[in-house]
Each structure stands twice: as C-alpha cells, then as structure tokens.
C-alpha cells in the first residue's frame, strides 16, 4: 500500500517537473521577458526571500521559533488560512441543517428552493461593495464572503444527497416499524454522507477561491493582498511564488480532506475491515 502510495505521487509529479522543466530553458533562452515571466529559479530565489525573517534573530525580541516563523510569507499563509476555516465553517454550520431539512422535508424544499435557485447563480463577489457597506474593512466582509462561497456548494450536495436515497431503504425501514426521525437519522443521513463530503471539498476549494478575491479588496494581509502589492511594483516573481503558495496550501488541504472522506466512508466502499 505504501508502495502504491509513493508510485503515485512520483507519477504526479512526472508533469509539473517537466513544465518546470520546458519554463526554465525558455527562460534561459531569452524566448520570454524575465520581467513578465521570470525563470523557475527566479521565483525560487523570491520564494525564499517571502518565506524568511526579515530581520536578524535577536533573543531581546522573542524565542527562536517565534523568529523562524516571523516571515512575511508565513504571516500572510495563516491570515489566508485562518479567514478559510472561519468562513468555511460559518457557511457550512449555515448550510447543513437546512440543506438536511430541505432534503428531508418537500414542504420545506418547495418553500426554500425557489430563493436558494435565486441566491445561488449570484458569485461572492458581486457582495463585495455591500460587505464592507455592512462590516467595513477587515477580517468579517473577507469570512462574509467566503461563507458564501462555501454555503451553496455544500448545501446543495446535502440537498441532492438526502433527496437521492433509494426508496427501496425507506421502505424497508418503515416496515421494520422504524419512525421518521429513525429513518432520517439511521437511514437518511448514512446515504447522504458521500454526497455531503463532496459538497464539503468543493466548498473548501471555493473558499480558497473567494479568500484571495476578498484580500485584494477588504484587508491589508494575506496572500491575496500580498499578490496585489506585488502587481503595484510589478514583481512578477512574488506573484508566482504568491500563487504557488496558494496552490500548495489547497493541494495540502484537499489532500486532508480526501483522506478523512476515504477514512469515513470505508463502510460506503465496503472497506470496514
């Protein structure tokens, strides 16, 4: 299993190491501007220089782990993360019991779902202008919007998992005497699970989206504000390392969140033992 495990990674990696590859010599040939596409190593050397301290360690001013992790990168990396996590689990925690209830019960589903078809085509960031009208400039317009960005997607999966249960379990519940709540609770949610954490990764992929959107506009850190800044003095260099950043950081998560839909739906895919 481990074998397989580092197979595939090397195999993944056989592509971007290739373009890295292709990008370099067409940087060292001079077929592109440096300052419009700098080389590999140029946003390699940049990287570098957003991930370090800025300043020398000085014990007077704290530990050396506080220094390791005073870069600008790292600050900017868990401001971004921090406003994911927080947005996201606002706009899931919104979504989950009414993508549930709106699931489980038609009335509630022919009441919610004509305003739910309305809200959602509209992208987060057409809200922009009204969330600093409503919450300035900061932290809550940047989690207001992400919270967006993740709501729909997870409760529309939610929505659609409930829905999509076999009729043939729910009448086979209610034959063995089982109640509505039973059925929702043992039946219901259980077959809907796949559908929720489906929704649950593309929600976290959307708020990776919204959050560098929402830097750029409503805060002054950040991986999102960092790339605009860059754009001000034209470091082509710090945007790239910016967006690799980005990339990595989704990559990490995704691969989180990938792991704990295969560890909860081992039963699903008929691994429990």
Same mark, same amino acid.
């Given at each position: 299993m481990r074998r397989n495990t580092w197979l595939a990674a090397l195999q993944g990696a056989v592509v971007p190491l290739v373009l890295l590859a292709i990008w370099q010599a067409a940087s060292s040939s001079g077929l592109v501007n440096a300052k419009i596409l700098p080389s590999p190593?140029?946003?390699?050397?940049?990287?570098?220089?957003?991930?370090?301290?800025?300043?020398?360690?000085?014990?007077?001013?704290?530990?050396?782990?506080?220094?390791?992790?005073?870069?600008?990168?790292?600050?900017?990396?868990?401001g971004s993360l921090y406003r994911v996590v927080m947005g996201f689990l606002v706009g899931a925690v919104l979504a989950l019991p009414l993508g549930l209830a709106m699931g489980a019960s038609r009335a509630a589903f022919r009441w919610l779902n004509p305003l739910v078809e309305v809200l959602r085509p509209i992208p987060p960031i057409a809200y922009i202008p009204l969330s600093i009208l409503w919450f300035g400039l900061g932290n809550p317009p940047a989690i207001f919007l992400i919270s967006l960005g993740a709501f729909f997607p997870v409760l529309v999966n939610t929505i659609a998992g409930v829905r999509q249960v076999d009729g043939i379990y729910l009448r086979a519940a209610r034959n063995l005497g089982a109640g509505p709540l039973t059925i929702f609770r043992r039946v219901m949610l259980p077959a809907a699970t796949p559908y929720? @954490?489906? =929704?649950?990764? /593309?929600?976290? !992929?959307?708020?990776? +989206?919204?959050?560098?959107?929402?830097?750029?506009?409503?805060?002054?850190?950040?991986?999102?504000?960092?790339?605009?800044?860059?754009?001000?003095?034209?470091?082509?260099?710090?945007?790239?390392?910016?967006?690799?950043?980005?990339? @990595?950081? =989704?990559?990490? /998560?995704?691969? !989180?969140?990938?792991? +704990?839909?295969n560890h909860l739906l081992r039963w699903h895919r008929g691994l429990e033992h």
């Open positions: 190593v140029a946003v390699a050397v940049r990287w570098w220089a957003y991930l370090a301290p800025a300043e020398p360690f000085d014990p007077a001013n704290g530990g050396y782990v506080a220094w390791i992790f005073s870069g600008e990168l790292i600050t900017d990396a868990i929720i @954490l489906s =929704g649950v990764r /593309i929600g976290i !992929g959307t708020a990776f +989206i919204v959050v560098i959107v929402s830097e750029m506009i409503a805060v002054n850190n950040g991986l999102g504000f960092r790339i605009l800044e860059a754009r001000e003095y034209f470091w082509s260099d710090k945007i790239i390392a910016g967006m690799l950043t980005i990339g @990595l950081l =989704g990559l990490a /998560i995704d691969s !989180g969140v990938t792991r +704990i839909n």
